[in-house]
């Protein structure tokens, strides 16, 4: 038997479930369908478990599509201002961090414990643990469901799937199958906020780092990024490498800034005036931690004192610490990234709606778009508002 709803939305994640409330609120019969035991898995380790659910800057600029224009409708009818009102309703305590970054005060099971008493206000029903085996377009807006626990029928179905990142809690391309199906191009995918990995030349050395954090810019020929970065035992996390893994593209070099506040050259010759019998690594030491000044200027030139180091060799540190050049062998990949660059086409989707263009009553949502945000807050911000737009039209 074939059970009947007005709305089905496969993803049980944020866009998935801020999509269900809206519809629900419509009376709208919804049903969310996700293969996971629990839903928003992905929510509760956001922002390292606190949840980084939103960013008081929010704008288009801070989106990565082929069509950086698709995401301004949605978020400026649904901002982040609409989402805080929804926290404040339940009564989350909440903080403002660096960058307008909005976290929980408490935990991450806050936010999802809202969306789901919402949800249940709204009528929403859950098919939980249920792996989607077939969908049919027996006509127009007319969709059949096929699962392991039961066959349903709707007129209109959400794609709220997400992206590849984080496999172990379950994402899958689910969602870029689906729209294949339906013949709507899937661009190219690949790791985004994602760590970069030393290559191997470099790795024994610089894998010695790990644990090390300090403030840098790092900058190829497009883009510049100024924020913490951490050294790990594979490569190069931190803020600041998360955000430039968004704009790098395989085979590019890295120039990285380990100094960026001050002018070390000017610097030096300042401390080989003042004190001349000064070794190196101990005026460095003053700026930097020991272990990285040690793996970062050979030796014999770390051990001089600085009045032996001549302008040439002044030049060559300076180059070593804010000019230091690096190519990544690669990222993490999606086991730990944090989003899934490219996706469905935004082309093929109403920005007003999310409906599909050519396919009456498909929508899509959330991160299996071709929509990928800054660290921050911004990508839970795209699927608040991105849900938030198709639930007003399903």
């Given at each position: 038997?074939?059970e009947k709803?007005?709305?089905?939305?496969?993803g049980?994640?944020?866009?998935?479930?801020m999509?269900a409330?809206?519809?629900?609120k419509?009376?709208r019969?919804v049903?969310?369908?996700d293969?996971?035991?629990?839903?928003?898995?992905?929510?509760?380790?956001s922002?390292g478990g606190?949840?980084?659910?939103?960013?008081?800057h929010?704008?288009?600029?801070?989106y990565?599509?082929?069509?950086p224009?698709?995401?301004?409708?949605?978020?400026?009818?649904?901002g982040p201002?609409?989402f805080?009102?929804?926290v404040r309703?339940?009564r989350i305590?909440?903080?403002?961090?660096?960058?307008?970054?909005?976290?929980?005060?408490?935990?991450?099971r806050?936010?999802?414990?809202?969306l789901l008493?919402e949800?249940?206000?709204?009528g929403?029903a859950?098919?939980l643990?249920?792996?989607?085996?077939?969908?049919?377009?027996?006509?127009?807006?007319?969709?059949?469901v096929?699962?392991?626990r039961?066959?349903?029928?709707?007129r209109s179905?959400?794609?709220?799937?997400?992206?590849?990142?984080m496999p172990s809690?379950?994402a899958?391309?689910?969602?870029?199958?689906?729209?294949?199906?339906?013949?709507i191009r899937?661009?190219?995918?690949?790791?985004?906020l994602?760590?970069?990995?030393?290559?191997?030349?470099?790795?024994?050395?610089?894998s010695?780092l790990?644990?090390?954090?300090?403030?840098?810019?790092?900058?190829?020929?497009?883009?510049?990024?100024?924020?913490?970065?951490l050294?790990?035992?594979?490569?190069?996390?931190?803020?600041?490498?998360?955000?430039?893994?968004?704009?790098?593209?395989?085979?590019e070099?890295?120039?990285?800034?380990l100094?960026?506040?001050?002018?070390?050259a000017?610097?030096?010759k300042?401390?080989?005036?003042?004190?001349?019998q000064?070794?190196?690594?101990?005026?460095?030491a003053e700026y930097l931690?020991?272990?990285?000044?040690?793996?970062?200027i050979?030796?014999?030139?770390?051990?001089s004192?600085l009045q032996a180091?001549?302008?040439?060799?002044?030049?060559e540190?300076?180059?070593?610490?804010?000019?230091?050049?690096?190519?990544?062998?690669?990222?993490?990949g999606?086991?730990?990234a944090?989003?899934?660059?490219?996706?469905?086409?935004?082309?093929?989707?109403s920005s007003?709606?999310?409906?599909?263009?050519?396919?009456?009553?498909?929508f899509f949502?959330?991160?299996?778009?071709?929509v990928?945000?800054w660290?921050?807050?911004y990508?839970?911000?795209?699927a608040?508002?991105?849900?938030?737009?198709?639930g007003?039209?399903v």
């Amino acid at each position: 038997m074939t059970e009947k709803h007005d709305v089905i939305i496969i993803g049980a994640g944020a866009s998935g479930l801020m999509g269900a409330i809206e519809a629900g609120k419509r009376r709208r019969r919804v049903l969310v369908i996700d293969h996971a035991r629990e839903p928003g898995q992905k929510i509760l380790v956001s922002g390292g478990g606190s949840c980084n659910f939103t960013n008081y800057h929010v704008d288009a600029g801070n989106y990565i599509s082929r069509n950086p224009d698709f995401c301004k409708s949605a978020l400026s009818r649904y901002g982040p201002e609409d989402f805080l009102a929804l926290v404040r309703k339940h009564r989350i305590s909440y903080c403002e961090r660096e960058h307008g970054q909005l976290f929980c005060t408490g935990n991450s099971r806050d936010i999802l414990n809202m969306l789901l008493a919402e949800c249940k206000q709204a009528g929403v029903a859950f098919q939980l643990d249920s792996k989607i085996e077939n969908i049919e377009r027996p006509g127009e807006r007319n969709f059949k469901v096929h699962c392991n626990r039961g066959k349903y029928a709707c007129r209109s179905l959400v794609v709220a799937t997400g992206g590849l990142s984080m496999p172990s809690i379950g994402a899958s391309p689910l969602g870029y199958e689906i729209a294949g199906q339906f013949r709507i191009r899937v661009w190219p995918r690949s790791p985004g906020l994602v760590p970069f990995t030393f290559p191997p030349k470099e790795k024994a050395a610089l894998s010695t780092l790990s644990g090390i954090a300090v403030p840098a810019v790092i900058s190829h020929k497009r883009r510049s990024i100024g924020e913490n970065i951490l050294f790990t035992h594979r490569g190069l996390s931190g803020p600041a490498a998360l955000q430039m893994s968004l704009y790098w593209q395989p085979g590019e070099a890295l120039t990285i800034n380990l100094l960026p506040e001050i002018d070390l050259a000017k610097a030096l010759k300042e401390h080989r005036r003042q004190h001349p019998q000064r070794k190196v690594k101990s005026m460095l030491a003053e700026y930097l931690p020991q272990r990285l000044v040690a793996v970062m200027i050979r030796p014999e030139l770390a051990e001089s004192a600085l009045q032996a180091i001549s302008d040439k060799k002044i030049r060559e540190i300076f180059s070593e610490i804010q000019q230091w050049t690096i190519t990544p062998g690669g990222t993490e990949g999606f086991r730990t990234a944090e989003v899934t660059l490219g996706g469905v086409d935004c082309d093929a989707v109403s920005s007003q709606t999310m409906e599909a263009r050519q396919v009456a009553g498909l929508f899509f949502t959330g991160e299996v778009l071709d929509v990928s945000g800054w660290l921050g807050g911004y990508n839970l911000q795209w699927a608040w508002s991105s849900g938030w737009c198709a639930g007003q039209y399903v």
